[in-house]
């Protein structure tokens, strides 16, 4: 049975496990392990990840599959002066349950909460090799445009950003 509830810092070391699961099974055939460790042991990092749920805004969700933990998510409003469009940060879900509905249903969640709010637009960053840029299209979001940004230690961001009208396809 599929759990999706809102969670905060106390669920940051069960975060951490999903993410170092799912990025090292997911990610060595889009990007080199290197990157992976560094955006591991930076972005979603215990002080990476506090800083964005207590400081940045940032709402998490846990997902559960039969009491399991399989997957997580992050989003916020894009801009404060700007509610019409939210950026989903983070979209994860170990490769085991893919195929189910259940990034459908992470993604309905989100817009659930984000539309009373005055939410119109999902906004997203999705590698260019990533597979998920197929589900991402299947469920409705388009490319917006194509973006290469280079962090720290020389490693590239190769992404697509994309977006959702919720106007027009409410998932």
Request: contains cysteine; charged residues 25%; proline residues 5%.
């Amino acid at each position: 049975m599929l759990k999706i509830t809102k969670v905060s810092i106390e669920f940051i070391p069960e975060i951490k496990r999903l993410s170092d699961e799912i990025w090292k099974q997911v990610y060595p055939s889009v990007v080199p392990m290197a990157q992976i460790e560094f955006l591991l042991n930076t972005w979603y990092s215990t002080d990476a990840l506090t800083e964005q749920m207590e400081q940045s805004g940032h709402q998490f969700i846990l997902v559960e599959w039969n009491d399991e933990a399989v997957g997580y998510a992050s989003y916020s409003m894009k801009l404060a002066d700007q509610p019409e469009r939210f950026r989903v940060h983070k979209l994860y879900l170990q490769p085991a349950m893919h195929g189910k509905g259940i990034g459908r249903a992470m993604l309905k969640f989100i817009a659930a909460e984000s539309m009373p709010l005055g939410c119109k637009e999902l906004e997203l960053n999705v590698h260019k090799r990533n597979p998920a840029v197929g589900f991402y299209q299947h469920v409705g979001f388009t490319i917006e445009k194509d973006i290469v940004t280079v962090i720290e230690h020389g490693h590239v961001l190769d992404d697509y950003i994309m977006m959702l009208d919720l106007t027009k396809n409410p998932l």
